[in-house]
Nanobody, 121 residues
Framework: QVQLVESGGGLVQPGGSLRLSCAAS????????IGWFRQAPGKERERVSC????????YYTDSVKGRFTISRDNAKNTVYLQMNSLKPEDTAVYYC??????????????WGQGTQVTVSS
């Protein structure tokens, strides 16, 4: 059974850092791209970052470039999202998701349950 489980969310002050983890079971992560998405109340879900499964190339939405870093540990079957210099507008539920192949292209058929990130003083 394919499963993605996020962890690492929480409450952090503006300027702080968090590291989100996406642990996979039921399949080998290094054969797949993994994307991080977020959805804030009243807003559409957006893709924040993605790492491909072929050459490890990464993508970031403009609002997080230079602050967020995506990485993968194939030995642990886990993808991470390191988030630095957090801003209140980063507050959202963060999800990891996997498409059907190695490229960061939809559709993303497998989703985790999400982890809440709140940036507030």
């Amino acid at each position: 059974q394919v499963q993605l489980v996020e962890s690492g969310g929480g409450l952090v002050q503006p300027g702080g850092s968090l590291r989100l983890s996406c642990a996979a079971s039921g399949f080998t992560l290094d054969n797949y791209a993994i994307g991080w998405f977020r959805q804030a109340p009243g807003k559409e879900r957006e893709r924040v970052s993605c790492i491909s499964g072929n050459d490890g190339s990464s993508y970031y939405t403009d609002s997080v470039k230079g602050r967020f870093t995506i990485s993968r540990d194939n030995a642990k079957n886990t993808v991470y999202l390191q988030m630095n210099s957090l801003k209140p507008e980063d507050t959202a539920v963060y999800y990891c998701a996997a498409p059907s192949g190695r490229l960061c292209t939809p559709p993303y058929g497998y989703w985790g349950q999400g982890t809440q990130v709140t940036v507030s003083s």
